[in-house]
């Protein structure tokens, strides 16, 4: 996908790298903030909006539909019900923003729709498919994975000493994050066919489901899983898959993880936690829907 190259990508380096460092400025400068609603959430929602080109107004909305995205994917289960009642008004929102009249010049949804205009996406609706995939996939998993790796560094005060001394370390901090808590634990699929996976036959159109958080621990690959490294090379983790079903914004979410972590190692020299942080339901994301912490000021 064009739209998504790593070049494309680069471009928005110190954009994205300016508006971390700016928002984290004014938290640490509080003394005390929530880091999942406050700089997560807050960080990747203005991110992605202003990347694809989606109106000032109303971004909170990509919350609420990308809540209902995952939690959809999971079991129809209660929280499957309450996701998409909670999401009704900003269905409307998400889909009247990624129409090709609602969107900023220069951002992404434009590329999307001059491909439409050259014929390699099908037709205008296909177009607007592909663009409500960054409200959809981009928002939730980011900012689950951020604060999930702030929750590591809070509680890990060494570790959080070796990011200080060498911030360059925050994309494998990052990866470390995806490897060791994976925001996404379960994904699901149905089989095509027949077919034998590691010695046991699978069935055709047999429900399967898929434990990365379990793949990530494998003692076969990662030296001590269990352990939390910042200095690890974690880029066997399987958060972002692999071949024909890698994560088409892989390279985006890395440079906001990165981003994000090296302003903190940058402006914060303490961070802990700040009371005790509330888990969030959920039929997909492992994370935090509250993640209270104290800094002190670098």
């Not at 070049?7 to 971390?20: M, T």
């Given at each position: 996908?064009?739209?998504?190259?790593?070049?494309?990508?680069?471009?928005?380096?110190?954009?994205?790298?300016?508006?971390?460092?700016?928002?984290?400025?004014?938290?640490?400068?509080?003394?005390?903030?929530?880091?999942?609603?406050?700089?997560?959430?807050?960080?990747?929602?203005?991110?992605?909006?202003?990347?694809?080109?989606?109106?000032?107004?109303?971004?909170?909305?990509?919350?609420?539909?990308?809540?209902?995205?995952?939690?959809?994917?999971?079991?129809?289960?209660?929280?499957?019900?309450?996701?998409?009642?909670?999401?009704?008004?900003?269905?409307?929102?998400?889909?009247?923003?990624?129409?090709?009249?609602?969107?900023?010049?220069?951002?992404?949804?434009?590329?999307?729709?001059?491909?439409?205009?050259?014929?390699?996406?099908?037709?205008?609706?296909?177009?607007?498919?592909?663009?409500?995939?960054?409200?959809?996939?981009?928002v939730d998993t980011t900012s689950s994975t951020i604060t999930n790796a702030i929750h590591n560094l809070a509680t890990h005060p060494g570790q959080w000493q070796l990011l200080r001394e060498s911030p360059k370390l925050a994309r494998n901090a990052f990866q470390e994050t995806m490897r060791l808590t994976q925001a996404i634990h379960p994904l699901?699929?149905?089989?095509?066919?027949?077919?034998?996976?590691?010695?046991?036959?699978?069935?055709?159109?047999?429900?399967?489901?898929?434990?990365?958080?379990?793949?990530?621990?494998?003692?076969?690959?990662?030296?001590?899983?269990?352990?939390?490294?910042?200095?690890?090379?974690?880029?066997?983790?399987?958060?972002?898959?692999?071949?024909?079903?890698?994560?088409?914004?892989?390279?985006?979410?890395?440079?906001?993880?990165?981003?994000?972590?090296?302003?903190?190692?940058?402006?914060?020299?303490?961070?802990?936690?700040?009371?005790?942080?509330?888990?969030?339901?959920?039929?997909?994301?492992?994370?935090?829907?509250?993640?209270?912490?104290?800094?002190?000021?670098?």
């Open positions: 996908m064009r739209m998504l190259a790593p070049s494309l990508v680069r471009s928005w380096r110190e954009q994205i790298i300016q508006g971390a460092d700016k928002l984290v400025a004014a938290l640490v400068a509080r003394g005390r903030f929530d880091a999942a609603v406050e700089l997560s959430e807050h960080f990747v929602l203005n991110v992605i909006g202003d990347i694809v080109g989606l109106p000032q107004e109303g971004r909170e909305h990509m919350l609420a539909y990308g809540n209902m995205a995952m939690n959809t994917s999971g079991p129809r289960n209660e929280t499957y019900i309450e996701s998409i009642a909670q999401a009704v008004d900003s269905i409307g929102w998400v889909e009247t923003a990624c129409k090709r009249d609602a969107v900023a010049a220069g951002g992404v949804a434009e590329l999307v729709y001059d491909a439409v205009d050259a014929g390699e996406i099908p037709d205008e609706a296909m177009g607007e498919v592909f663009v409500r995939l960054f409200p959809t996939a981009a699901y699929r149905t089989t095509n066919h027949e077919s034998v996976l590691a010695g046991y036959p699978v069935a055709g159109g047999a429900k399967m489901m898929m434990l990365l958080g379990s793949a990530n621990r494998d003692p076969r690959v990662f030296t001590d899983p269990d352990r939390f490294d910042v200095g690890r090379d974690a880029s066997a983790q399987l958060g972002f898959g692999s071949g024909i079903h890698s994560c088409a914004g892989q390279s985006l979410a890395r440079l906001e993880g990165e981003a994000v972590l090296a302003a903190l190692a940058r402006h914060a020299a303490t961070i802990e936690l700040d009371g005790e942080p509330t888990r969030r339901v959920h039929n997909t994301l492992h994370t935090w829907a509250r993640l209270p912490v104290a800094v002190t000021a670098a």
